[in-house]
Nanobody, 113 residues
């Protein structure tokens, strides 16, 4: 079955960096569009970044600061987050759409001094 397991979250000061990982299994990773979403406290879940093959897209709020990448040999998608801001705080979820959406359990990112 499809499984997505996120890791790499934590507490970081404003201006700092984190790299999130999402280990995927149960589907053909190399042919799938992978996404990162986030949900801030009291807000709806929002799309942060997507990757499909060599094509990447980003939310305007993270362009120039976040980079999504994938490793087909490891079935893993990454989200490198630089110049973090307090408004980047939230639970970050990995997602893949295969007929229906599949989600990981999420990893918490807290940006605070």
């Amino acid at each position: 079955q499809v499984q997505l397991v996120e890791s790499g979250g934590g507490l970081v000061q404003p201006g700092g960096s984190l790299r999130l990982s999402c280990a995927a299994s149960g589907f053909t990773f190399s042919r799938s569009r992978m996404s990162w979403y986030r949900q801030a406290p009291g807000k709806e879940r929002e799309l942060v970044a997507q990757i499909s093959g060599s094509t990447t897209t980003y939310a305007d709020s993270v362009k120039g600061r976040f980079t999504i990448s994938g490793d087909n040999a490891k079935n893993t998608v990454y989200l490198q987050m630089n110049s973090l801001k307090p408004e980047d705080t939230g639970v970050y979820y990995c997602n893949v759409q295969i007929v229906v959406p599949y989600w990981g359990k999420g990893t918490l990112v807290t940006v605070s001094s």
